[in-house]
């Protein structure tokens, strides 16, 4: 299976995503790639990716200039707008050309040119994704999903509904091309999955105009939420909303690297200079179709009754755990108790806990990540002198199983009377 990894020891943004997603085509692609987003259609824009060097890691840096002026290249050294939104953040770990894109008053150390910033509203950016930029329709759908990722955070954050929103940061030309060119070489890589590292944010707090703020921001806590991130050492906000949602709306998992053999890496570097290099790294290759990650989790009870176990089985599996089994267990005091295990997904885990201890006595649950084997799995629909029956088909490693549905063959025996079995063997013959 085609894999992406993308390693985020540094935090992102959208100009490093980018970055790195252009250093996994080959070096003769690289300089196509670059004209045809030049040639889409965002107003008095043009990307230049240049060669890059952190802590001695070459990289490329990409640069969005618009009316020929990358951010912060001339007049605004120093300023700030009034306007509207409730607070303006001074963010400059990374210095990308486009560090902080979202609906608060920004007082960069590099700021924009003063005429390309204005407000724009969903409206405005659907107009133009929709209706003017020369890129697939996937493409364009992908560059709204992940604006309404951040109107949605911006929504939140300011206590105003998403159609009363008005990005600055992200409303602007720099901010609207960073996002298409990531989603666009994300389009031409056509990936199978993709998997995002636990998220470097930064830590402390940010300056603002009207206070200090947290980090990270609002609006990233908000795109971040059930994503596994953590702080550090570095101090100030390394992930922008731009780049958590960038990653929160391409990502199939969050963990560690997996297995796989590995056809490229590529570097998408920051501008400021750190200890450590400040970039995005990621990984192109092939994984083993055939494995993925779960969250085990686990607690032991020795006061319910079977019935309270059952129900609380059936609110699990309803709410998506993948499994839920028993297992008899001696406890304290020589009780004789019950292990409850339940397997979900990752994005999954948060609404799992919440439910055990809901649904259970128990005063604490135990987790881990597991990696499991698993078949390739489909379903085909059947005809049968009974009507169409869903068939499980399982496939991998040498082997493939085909087993009737059985509340589809459960239905058919109360309605006709006879056993599974009588059902089977009939269904068999007429197939």
Known sequence: MQTLYIECRMGAAGDMLSAALLELFPEKDREEIIKELNSIGIP??????????????????????????????????????????????????????????????????HDHEHHHHHHSSMHDIEHLIKDHLEIPEEVKEDVMEVYGLIADAESHAHNKPVNDIHFHEVGTMDAVADITAVCLLMHKLDVSKVVVSPIHVGSGQVRCAHGILPVPAPATAHILRDVPIYGGRVKGELCTPTGAALLKHFATGFGDMPVMKVSAVGYGMGKKDFEEANCVRVFLGETDEKTDTIIELDCNVDDMTPEAVGYATERLLEAGALEVYTTAVGMKKNRPGIKITVLCRNEDREKIVGLIFKHTSTLGVRECEKSRYVLDRSIQKVSTQYGEIRKKISTGYGVKREKYEYDDLALIAGEKGLSIEEILKEIKMYV
């Open 44 to 109: 008095k824009v043009t990307y230049v990716s240049e060669g890059s060097v952190k802590c001695g890691i070459t990289g490329t840096h990409m640069t969005v200039k618009v009316d020929g002026m990358e951010e912060g290249e001339d007049l605004h050294d120093h300023h700030e707008h009034e306007h509207e939104h409730d607070h303006e953040h001074h963010h400059h770990e990374h210095e990308h050309d486009h560090d902080h894109e979202h609906d608060h008053e920004h007082h960069h150390d």
